[in-house]
């Protein structure tokens, strides 16, 4: 039997204390109170932005899927109807990302970026929600809401991204 050696590389490592950060930030979202039932502002998805700007999509990519599935963990929620909520709604926001992303950048920023992701986030939630969930029709009246939220919440995390990306370009 060969033994084979895993080569961990410093990218690994920015992608697990990035994730480690995603982490923190959605178990303390979790536990925090919420107006509205099911709207919570996302900060978690200030170190996603802050990963694909700073690096690049692909590690943005494995930043939101570990915290998916680690918070799903953490907090017993994995392959119940909120870990499928949170997995649709990353991947929609992330699929959202590499679509546009691909653009041109001059017509994007950081703000475009995340309302994309925002409301693409609510729409891959809303289509669980709509055929898994609450199989009416009558949720789409809770849709305004959402999207407003949505709206709101990308514009600040937007903003907060963007902070965080020029203190660091300054060190």
Do not use: C
């Not at 050696?5 to 690994?12: A, K, L, Q, S, V």
């Not at 599935?69 to 590499?98: E, K, Q, R």
């Amino acid at each position: 039997m060969t033994l084979s050696t895993i080569n961990i590389i410093n990218r690994d490592h920015q992608i697990a204390k990035l994730s480690a950060i995603a982490v923190a930030l959605s178990l303390i979202e979790f536990f925090l109170p919420s107006p509205i039932p099911g709207v919570k502002p996302g900060i978690a998805n200030i170190i996603i932005l802050y990963t694909i700007f700073k690096f690049d999509l692909r590690m943005g990519i494995w930043v939101s899927l570990i915290r998916v599935f680690v918070t799903g963990i953490l907090l017993g929620t994995f392959l119940s109807p909120t870990f499928f909520l949170s997995l649709s709604g990353a991947l929609f926001s992330l699929f959202s990302l590499i679509i546009f992303r691909n653009l041109n950048s001059k017509y994007f920023s950081i703000i475009s970026f995340s309302l994309i992701a925002s409301l693409a986030h609510i729409a891959g939630q809303f289509i669980i929600v709509r055929f898994w969930i609450i199989p009416h029709n009558g949720i789409f009246y809770l849709l305004p809401i959402f999207i407003i939220s949505a709206f709101i919440f990308g514009l600040v995390n937007a903003l907060v991204t963007s902070k965080l990306l020029q203190l660091n370009s300054k060190k």
